[in-house]
Nanobody, 121 residues
Framework: QVQLVESGGGLVQAGGSLRLSCAAS????????MGWYRQAPGKQRTLVAS???????NYADSVKGRFTISRDNAKNTVHLQMNSLKPEDTAVYYC???????????????WGQGTQVTVSS
């Protein structure tokens, strides 16, 4: 069983910063892509940023230059540094990971429980 646990959400004023963290635990043989998605009320869940095991990153256009994704392969963690936050960044942020859990379980796509980020104007 693989679990992803997020932390670091909260309430911040526009222009402020937050750092989200996500730790994967359980039966993990390897993790390929890790990423952050967000879902605002009444909207679909969308990709914010992703990072491969080799460190290649991808960002949504709306967060380029403001958000930075990073990971620690040894600790199975991924982080999202969010700067210059805007009210439109308000959403529940979800951690995602593609995990190889061994020969018996195989590869799976896992989600965290979500953490609320609220940016006030």
């Amino acid at each position: 069983q693989v679990q992803l646990v997020e932390s670091g959400g909260g309430l911040v004023q526009a222009g402020g910063s937050l750092r989200l963290s996500c730790a994967a635990s359980g039966t993990i043989a390897g993790i390929s892509n890790m990423g952050w998605y967000r879902q605002a009320p009444g909207k679909q869940r969308t990709l914010v940023a992703s990072i491969t095991s080799g460190g290649s990153t991808n960002y949504a256009d709306s967060v380029k230059g403001r958000f930075t994704i990073s990971r620690d392969n040894a600790k199975n963690t991924v982080h999202l540094q969010m700067n210059s936050l805007k009210p439109e960044d308000t959403a529940v942020y979800y951690c995602n990971a593609e995990v190889w859990a061994g020969i018996l379980t195989g590869k799976g796509n896992y989600w965290g429980q979500g953490t609320q980020v609220t940016v006030s104007s």
